[in-house]
């Protein structure tokens, strides 16, 4: 069984930074990309930044130049680095996380999410 376990959401001020962690655990082959989405009240959930096994990202535009995903593949965790927060990215952020499993079989796993407040 997997488990992904996110922290470091909060309420902050316009400008400020939070930094998200997402950790996998459990029993299983490998990780391919790990990624964040976001889900704003009456929105759909977006993808927010993504990053392959061997490092290659991907951002929203929105984000691009304030936002940094990262990855820790000894510890199986993605990191989301959030500066210059603006209101706008108030949500709900839930980290992806594509496993490869013993069987071979690869499974998409979402976290619990976790609140992103931004005040102006």
């Known amino acids: 069984q997997v488990q992904l376990v996110e922290s470091g959401g909060g309420l902050v001020q316009a400008g400020e930074s939070l930094r998200l962690s997402c950790a996998a655990s459990g029993s299983f082959f490998s990780i391919n990309a790990m990624g964040w989405y976001r889900q704003a009240p009456g929105k759909q959930r977006e993808l927010v930044a993504r990053?392959?096994?061997?490092?290659?990202?991907d951002y929203a535009d929105s984000v691009k130049g304030r936002f940094t995903i990262s990855r820790d593949n000894s510890k199986n965790t993605v990191y989301l680095q959030m500066n210059s927060l603006k209101p706008e990215d108030t949500a709900v952020y839930y980290c992806?996380?594509?496993?490869?499993?013993?069987?071979?079989?690869?499974?998409?796993?979402w976290g619990q999410g976790t609140q992103v407040t931004v005040s102006s």
């Open positions: 990053i392959t096994r061997d490092g290659s990202t």
């Open positions: 992806n996380v594509n496993i490869v499993l013993w069987s071979s079989r690869t499974v998409d796993y």
